[in-house]
């Protein structure tokens, strides 16, 4: 699967990064390597952009480090501070919508009923960490 | 007329002293006059004199629909507005023009609020200062107050008092500046690490943070979904306890809301029975960075509790020194995911890029999203990583749960509320802020506030008094989970003790119609 990303949109001229990764140093902290750059600008869809952002990364990484120093043995992870609590859930009746004309008025390329994209023969399913966009 | 309180306006709304109409002109005119500080994104002028206009029907016809009624408020540009532009200081979102509103507003309307405008923040409300937003920065009204500048002329001989105006804090700093400009009663904020607290301690107001459960959050386009309430900013605690009323309660937009009765309108008692009140000093938030002037009313503070016969005790937060840690992990981590529905496809800027959907998506947001963004964008991806993600997210979420315990056994040991510093300092000229990065600074300026978010606590920013240089300081109250009148109770009585200075803006004002202190108004009767 990454040999078929390498041969994408990362290496196109998307705007003005050519051979940006291959001036990283590869000593740099260790471990934010060209490897790591690239997969991360190809998960976030978002690039670096210049060295100062690669600096800064590895400096968010490194404050990040000082979570190691805690002994979390035998704690279970928290996602919500309301997790002793039951989600309220409403009955599954259809209450509003048939808004299409709405939200079609704030996309810029559209036709009929439908959002244009660009051509999807790039069309890998979407990775792990991106979530679809959900209908507002 | 500017300077009163809700109560105060509300109540000459309704014996007919000042109509909506006039009101509504009034600020909007000093919204105007003070355009400099850059504290308004959009200021919805036709929208605010038509619900003026309904407003003023209303009184005449005795219906007036409660303390909300004709009063102006702003709100937070990451606040969705149906038919307002809502941009939250981004490239991404210019232009955006949201088809709902959210909950919060929507309460703030249908108790009959005039929405003066939305105000300007830090892009996607991330920051500690209001300076990163494409609008610009946002501008310290105590920059310029007779407070501050009289202290400077004392110590500096530099002719050219613009150029080192000071910063609000942030990240709801276009709120903190519109409310203690007295463009408005009240202002929405949103608050993930400190985002009300502290511009409100940096302008002199009272920053309030509910509850994480207690306001809904539809609408509020989120940052950190585990974390982020929307905010109250207000000149006193009764008013941020009146808004505070319009907008807890359940919602079933938002299934993070809960659904207890606790949404009882809250009236706050005028008295507390200061005697029966423990109050907790966490030991760990006495670091060295901290200002002297801070440390010493702080110290004040606590002196004033004991005095009236409470209990003081110290406690201790033993994971305080990773909070900070944690939360940038957490926080970098759900806005990675947060960000990721920007694409340019269904709403907000799009590219011009058509090659393929992925260069498009990428060209779009690096074109929409400033490099505070991006960067935290990259560093959440890094952090969920199938390589890092036990070590570094889970890790934080195990922390996470060591901090709200942390918070737990504080409260259980008898103490009804803790009281801390809000900010290290008072407000730093925006020319020494921007010497560091934003990552930087906002983990040093969130540090007395982001572990109140991670416990999902209620929290309150107090004005206390003015440093030696003539600017705001304030302390921060942190309560148990849903005690929020409580809190606002404490709070309340404390405020009453300190008595907070107003600011005085006279230069701005001296055209204006209503002069601040010296008004005299016909008695205003105000019925309890």
């Known amino acids: 699967m990454w040999s078929r990303l390498v041969s994408l949109g990362l290496r196109a001229p998307v705007g003005g990064r050519q051979g940006f990764t291959s001036k990283v140093d590869p000593q740099g902290s260790g471990r934010i390597t060209a490897q790591v750059i690239e997969h991360l600008e190809r998960l976030a869809l978002v690039d670096f952009g210049s060295r100062e952002a690669v600096a800064r990364l590895e400096k968010a990484v490194a404050f990040a480090d000082r979570l190691r120093a805690v002994d979390t043995d035998g704690v279970e992870p928290m996602e919500s501070v309301l997790e002793d609590r039951c989600l309220y859930l409403r009955s599954d009746n259809v209450v509003e919508g048939n808004c299409a004309d709405e939200l079609l008025q704030n996309s810029h390329r559209v036709v009929e009923e439908y959002f244009v994209a660009p051509p999807g023969n790039i069309s890998l399913p979407k990775l792990d960490e991106q979530e679809p966009f959900p209908h507002s | ?528």
């Not at chain 2, 000459?12 to 919204?31: D, F, R, V």
């Not at chain 2, 500080?37 to 004199?49: C, K, Q």
């Not at chain 2, 995911?337 to 992925?358: K, P």
């Open chain 2, 1 to 528: 007329m500017l300077g009163r309180t809700l109560r105060e306006v509300s109540a000459a709304l309704k014996q007919g002293q000042i109509t909506p109409t006039e009101l509504c002109q009034k600020c909007l005119s000093l919204i105007k006059k003070t355009k400099f500080l850059n504290a308004y994104i959009t200021v919805s002028e036709e929208v605010a004199l038509k619900q003026a206009e309904e407003s003023e029907k209303r009184y005449k016809n005795g219906q007036s629909l409660g303390d909300l009624d004709g009063i102006p408020v702003a709100v937070k540009d990451n606040f969705s507005t149906s038919g307002i532009e809502t941009t939250c200081a981004s490239n991404m979102l210019k232009g955006y023009i949201p088809p709902y509103n959210a909950t919060v507003v929507q309460k703030l309307l249908d108790q009959g609020a005039l929405l003066m405008g939305k105000t300007n923040l830090d892009e996607f409300a991330m920051g500690s200062g209001s300076t990163d937003g494409v609008f610009g920065p946002v501008k310290n009204p105590w920059s310029y107050s007779k407070q501050y500048r009289e202290k400077r002329k004392q110590n500096l001989h530099s002719k050219n008092e613009d150029s080192d105006w000071l910063i609000t804090g942030g990240s709801s700093g276009g709120s903190a500046a519109a409310v203690s400009a007295f463009t408005c009663y009240a202002a929405l904020g949103s608050d993930t690490g400190g985002s009300t607290r502290n511009p409100a301690a940096h302008c002199g107001l009272v920053g309030f943070k509910p509850s994480y459960g207690l306001v809904s959050r539809h609408g509020l386009i989120p940052l950190v979904n585990s974390m982020d309430v929307p905010g109250i900013l207000t000149r006193c605690v009764d008013d941020a306890a009146i808004v505070l009323g319009a907008l807890a309660g359940p919602d079933p937009k938002d299934s993070t809301t809960v659904h207890d009765p606790i949404n009882k309108p809250f009236m706050l008692p005028s008295l507390a029975d200061v005697s029966k009140l423990c109050i907790g000093i966490p030991k760990e938030y006495l670091v060295p960075e901290l200002s002297s002037e801070v440390r010493s009313l702080w110290s004040k503070a606590a002196d004033l509790f004991e005095s009236e016969g409470a209990k003081v005790l110290e406690v201790s937060l033993p994971h305080t020194s990773y909070s900070i840690v944690c939360y940038h992990v957490l926080c970098t981590s759900e806005v990675a995911s947060n960000m990721a529905r920007f694409d340019g496809l269904q709403y907000g800027h799009r590219c011009d890029i058509d090659v393929s959907t992925e260069a498009m998506y990428a060209a779009t947001r690096r074109e929409g999203f400033n490099d505070v963004v991006r960067g935290r964008i990259l560093s959440g991806n890094f952090f969920l990583l199938k390589e890092n993600y036990e070590n570094y997210f889970v890790k934080a979420q195990k922390v996470r749960r060591l901090i709200a315990n942390d918070f737990v056994n504080a409260f259980n040991s008898g103490v009804d509320v803790l009281l801390t510093p809000t900010t290290l300092s008072e407000a730093v000229p925006y020319l020494e802020f921007i010497k560091e990065d934003n990552r930087t600074r906002s983990a040093q300026d969130d540090i007395f506030t982001q572990a109140v978010n991670m416990a999902g606590l209620p929290a309150v920013s107090i004005p206390v008094a003015l440093s030696n240089q003539g600017l705001p300081i304030g302390l921060q109250f942190i309560g148990r989970a849903f005690c929020d009148q409580q809190l606002l109770t404490v709070a309340k009585w404390f405020e009453k003790q300190v008595q907070f200075p107003v600011i005085q803006l006279q230069e701005l004002m001296d055209d204006c119609s209503a002069v601040l202190e010296n008004e005299k108004l016909a008695s205003v009767s105000l019925k309890q």
